[in-house]
C-alpha cells in the first residue's frame, strides 16, 4: 500500500484525510479517545509536511439527517489540544456546502478544518447505488483539488462509503495513513504469517457473532481458545447441560462442525472446564464455581480450572490474536477470567499480541494492560471482518490508482 510516507512535496497543498472519529459522546463529552488518538501520528506528519488539512468523519448513524447529538464539534477540540494547532470545525449539514467549500479555500497551510459528520447526506452510505452518491464523493474530493485522499479510517473499512471509497475515483492520489498501515500489518499480515505457536482467543456472547472467524482462524492457529458466552453453544452441542446459560440453538450444528475441523486440522480447540455460574444477570447475584452448569443457573465467567488450562495454552505462544471478553468482566464478580488471560497474554516474552477490536479492547484497557500488548485495533466490524479473511472496501478503495 502507498503511505502518507510515499507522499512527495504536499507543502501548501489540501489533502483530504478520512478518518474513524465514531467516539462514544455522552452529553457532548468525549467518553473514549482511542480512536482520536489512533489518528494523531497520520495528522502530524501531514502537518510537518506543511499540508492544509481537511478532515472527515462519519458519527453513529443518523440516517442522513442532522442529529445534533452526532454532530462532530466535540472532536474539534480534542483534536486541537493534542496537536497544539487551531482546528475550525464547520457546522455545516450539507458537509460539503457553500460554507465549507470556502473555508477550504481559506485554509492555510498547517491549518485544520473539521466537517460536520459526512452521514448527515443519505448519499454518504448509498455510494456504487445512486447518482447522487458519486456526486457527493466528487464534492468531497473538490475540497481538496481532487488532489490527495488519505485513507486512515480503519474503523470504517469495512464500509464502502462516499467518503472512504467514493472519493478514491476523484482524487488524484489516495494513499493510507500511518493507522490503517499499522491495522493492515498486525491484523492481516500477523494472522497471514503468524510467528508460531499461534494462539487466538475468542469470547463474547455469541458464536453468531463470530461464524467466520473462528472458521477462518481454524485454517491459520495451532490452538484456539473459546471463552465467553460463546462457550455455551459449544458445550451444548457436545450434549452438556448449560442452564439458563446464554445459548444459540440454531448455531449447534455450526460448532460441531467446528469442533470436527479443528480435529482435521490438527489444532488443538480449549472449551472451559469449569465455570463461575449466577443466578441473575448482576454483580449481586447469588454466584459458585462449578464443573457442570446447574439448571436454573449462568454461566458468567470461565472457572479457575479453565484459566490454569488456558495460561498453560498460552505459554511459549509467539502470535496471540484475541477477540471477546472470556465472561461478563464489567461485573467484578465474573471479571477474574477476563483479567487473568489479559495478565497472561500481557507478560508473554517476545510475543506479537493483537487486540481485535470491540470488547476486548475495553477490557484490555479497563484491566490496565494497554500499554504491554503490541497492537489494540481501532476497529470493531472492521477488525472481525479482517479476521474472516474478508477484503475490506475501504483497504482496498485506497491504491486503486
Ligand atoms: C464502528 O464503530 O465500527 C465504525 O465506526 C463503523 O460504524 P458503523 O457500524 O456505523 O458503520
Do not use: H, I, W
Given at each position: 500500500k502507498k503511505t502518507i510516507d510515499d507522499l512527495n512535496d504536499i507543502k501548501g497543498q489540501k489533502v483530504l484525510v478520512r478518518c474513524d472519529f465514531n467516539v462514544p459522546i455522552k452529553d457532548g463529552v468525549i467518553q473514549n479517545y482511542n480512536r482520536i488518538d489512533g489518528a494523531l501520528p497520520t495528522l502530524k506528519k501531514l502537518l510537518e509536511k506543511g499540508a492544509k488539512l481537511i478532515l472527515c468523519s462519519h458519527m453513529g448513524k443518523p440516517k442522513g439527517e442532522p442529529v445534533r447529538e452526532l454532530s462532530?464539534?466535540?472532536?474539534a477540540p480534542a483534536l486541537a489540544q493534542r496537536l497544539g494547532v487551531a482546528v475550525k470545525f464547520v457546522s455545516d449539514?450539507?458537509?460539503?456546502?457553500e460554507s465549507t467549500k470556502k473555508l477550504a479555500q481559506q485554509l492555510k497551510e498547517n491549518e485544520i478544518l473539521l466537517l460536520e459528520?459526512?452521514?448527515?447526506?443519505?448519499e454518504e452510505t448509498k455510494y456504487g447505488k445512486d447518482e447522487a452518491a458519486d456526486k457527493y464523493a466528487k464534492e468531497l474530493a473538490e475540497l481538496c483539488d481532487n488532489g490527495v485522499f488519505v485513507d486512515d479510517a480503519f474503523g470504517t473499512a469495512h464500509r464502502a462509503h462516499c467518503s472512504n471509497v467514493g472519493v478514491t475515483k476523484y482524487c488524484i492520489e489516495n494513499v493510507v495513513g500511518y493507522l490503517m498501515e499499522k491495522e493492515i500489518k498486525f491484523l492481516g499480515e500477523t494472522v497471514e504469517?503468524?510467528?508460531?505457536?499461534f494462539v487466538a482467543i475468542l469470547g463474547g456472547a455469541k458464536v453468531s457473532d463470530k461464524i467466520n472467524v473462528i472458521n477462518n482462524l481454524l485454517d491459520k492457529v495451532d490452538t484456539l481458545i473459546i471463552g465467553g458466552g460463546m462457550a455455551y453453544t459449544f458445550a451444548r452441542a457436545q450434549g452438556e447441560e448449560t442452564g439458563s446459560?446464554?445459548?444459540?440453538e440454531d448455531k449447534l450444528d455450526y460448532a460441531l462442525d467446528m469442533i470436527r475441523k479443528a480435529e482435521d486440522k490438527k489444532v488443538k480447540l480449549l472449551l472451559p472446564v469449569d465455570h463461575v455460574e449466577g443466578?441473575?444477570?448482576?454483580?449481586e447475584t447469588e454466584f459458585k464455581i462449578v464443573d457442570h452448569i446447574d439448571k436454573g443457573w449462568s454461566g458468567f465467567d470461565i472457572g479457575p480450572k479453565t484459566i490454569e488450562l488456558y495460561k498453560k495454552a498460552l505459554e511459549g505462544a509467539k502470535t496471540v490474536v484475541w477477540n471477546g471478553p472470556?465472561?461478563?468482566?464489567?461485573f467484578e464478580n465474573f471479571a477474574k477470567g477476563t483479567l487473568e488471560i489479559c495478565k497472561a497474554v500481557a507478560d508473554l516474552k517476545d510475543a506479537v499480541t493483537v487486540i481485535g477490536g470491540g470488547d476486548s479492547v475495553n477490557a484490555v484497557k479497563r484491566l490496565g494492560f494497554?500499554?504491554?500488548?503490541?497492537h489494540i485495533s481501532t476497529g470493531g466490524g472492521a477488525s472481525l471482518e479482517f479476521l474472516e479473511g474478508k477484503e475490506l472496501p475501504g483497504v482496498s478503495a485506497a491504491d486503486n490508482k
Open positions: 462532530l464539534a466535540p472532536v449539514p450539507q458537509v460539503t456546502g459528520n459526512t452521514r448527515y447526506r443519505e504469517n503468524p510467528a508460531r505457536p446459560s446464554l445459548c444459540e443466578k441473575e444477570f448482576s454483580n472470556m465472561g461478563v468482566f464489567e494497554a500499554d504491554k500488548m503490541t
